[in-house]
């Protein structure tokens, strides 16, 4: 819901100016941070901490805006509407942006020099100067007490610790499906032995804890693929770092070096029976590796995209879709491919070229019969649906909507009957029918034992059966 009204967090401002230019603030002491009150929420970030004199700050995912929410915003004015209007894609006639189209605009613009481009590597020279900055607060250089400029002894978390951030990607071990990995879009990835019920996070000094996607290798299950950052234009997203690389099951993860500056990685696919052929859905639009993630090719342009899926059967073929803008407003396009995602054309029908910001397009492959695949797009709150491997699309749904929006439209069809199909937008839905009704399966919200609204994914148990599991 933050993100529909165009979220953003003052003490963001400081970190994209930082961003930007490259550069890191000297670290204060832990006596000379101000508790942040009126800047900060419990609602906004995951877990407050107090000190001994009873002062509270929030502890940031991103250590940095602990740092920073106290200091003074400084740098480049916020924008005015007036100014986003003239500097975004609304020249021309575009009626006023609003909402997280306005967000995006803004948010960007924040991150833009006097030039208005980012300059080029200015994210990496800010990671590397945080990380000789934490290293050098201890003799031996090693990472240790000191956190953030926090003296750990200090401080004692009073929670809440039972209140998960935002998870775009799980991943589910199909050897053993107590082993699960997640990624979170502000918290880095986390490692489950015990299907769930304990967590335990990998790293919090990864170059990006803003993890947007995860894929597993069909060859081989324990090659994974992370992408970083959120691309999906909402006001609150981290952008990333490129994407990680994992051969050890998630035990240690690589940075791949061609994919550094990489900020928003969406979705990441492997060939299923030649790992070499993987494809990466980002901004700037599809991406392919022919040699297991080491080089990469930009094989259909883009303004971004937001989803990509090699045929889980047959790998010559793939489907995905990309956001872009004609002009006049920006539109989502379903494409397709049937050589290895070597290039790429735009699917007829109704969703050739469905107009709107919120318009974006998941997608979901019948595994029983890879060419019907089902659509969810925040164009109309429908399912539509493809019987000729998407080469085109038409909407079916006569009663009932989706919910889906373009924060979140996440859809999933069932491996065993194509008629089931899962929805996710505002409330998880679900049809029977092969989409023509939908009907909502939960009414719940955070800190009830019933799904919360902005469902993001689906992932299905690697055993699911539709019967006995």
């Known amino acids: ?165 935002r998870t775009c990607s799980l991943s589910i071990d199909p050897r053993d499906s107590n082993k699960l990995i997640a990624g979170s879009v502000g918290g880095g990835l986390w490692r489950s032995q015990d299907a769930g019920a304990t967590w335990t996070k990998f790293d919090d000094y990864m170059p990006s804890l803003a993890i947007g996607s995860l894929e597993r290798d069909p060859q081989n299950p324990d090659v994974i693929y992370a992408g970083s950052g959120e691309g999906f234009f909402n006001g609150d997203s981290i952008g990333g770092y490129g994407i990680f690389k994992s051969t050890d099951n998630g035990l240690s993860w690589n940075l791949i070096p061609s994919t550094a500056g990489w900020d928003k990685v969406n979705c990441v696919s492997v060939h299923p029976q030649n790992s070499n052929f993987v494809l990466a859905s980002r901004n700037g639009g599809i991406s392919r590796s022919s040699d297991g993630g080491n080089t990469w090719t930009t094989v259909r342009g883009a303004r971004g995209s937001h989803f990509v899926q090699y045929d889980p059967l047959d790998g010559r073929k793939a489907v995905g879709s990309v956001i872009e803008w004609n002009g006049t407003d920006w539109v989502h396009r379903a494409v397709w491919s049937s050589n290895l995602g070597a290039s790429w054309t735009t699917s007829t029908g109704s969703l050739a070229g469905a107009l709107g910001f919120g318009s974006r397009i998941e997608l979901a492959i019948f595994r029983g019969n890879t060419n019907i695949i089902y659509a969810s797009t925040g164009l109309d709150g429908k399912i539509h649906k493809s019987t000729d491997a998407g080469h085109s699309y038409i909407p079916v749904t006569t009663s009932g909507t989706t919910g889906a929006f373009g924060y979140c439209s996440p859809i999933w069809v069932s491996p065993t009957d194509p008629n089931f199909i899962v929805v996710g937008g505002y409330q998880p839905a679900k049809s029977t029918d092969g989409g023509l009704t939908i009907t909502q399966i939960s009414n719940g919200y955070i800190l009830t034992d019933a799904p919360p609204p902005d469902i993001h994914h689906f992932v299905a148990d690697p055993g699911y059966n539709g019967t006995t599991n």
């Not at 924040?110 to 990380?131: M, W």
């Open 1 to 165: 819901p933050r993100a529909k009204r165009g979220w953003w967090h003052p003490a963001l401002g400081p970190l994209a100016r930082m961003i930007r230019n490259g550069i890191l603030l000297p670290t204060p002491s832990p006596t000379a941070i101000p508790a942040p009150r009126s800047a900060i929420s419990a609602f906004d970030f995951p877990a407050i901490l107090y000190n001994a004199d009873g002062g509270s700050m929030k502890s940031l995912a991103c250590l940095l805006l602990l740092v920073l929410a106290g200091c003074a915003p400084g740098g480049v004015p916020r924008p005015d509407r007036g100014a986003i209007k003239e500097q975004g894609p609304g020249e021309g006639g575009k009626p006023k942006a609003t909402g997280r189209e306005l967000a995006y605009q803004w948010h960007r613009l924040r991150l833009l020099d006097e030039n208005g481009e980012i300059a080029p590597g200015a994210f990496e020279r800010a990671v590397e100067q945080r990380q000789a900055m934490i290293a050098a607060q201890l003799p031996d250089g090693s990472i240790g007490d000191r956190d953030a400029g926090l003296f750990r002894p200090m401080w004692v978390s009073r929670g809440p610790d039972n209140i998960g951030g």
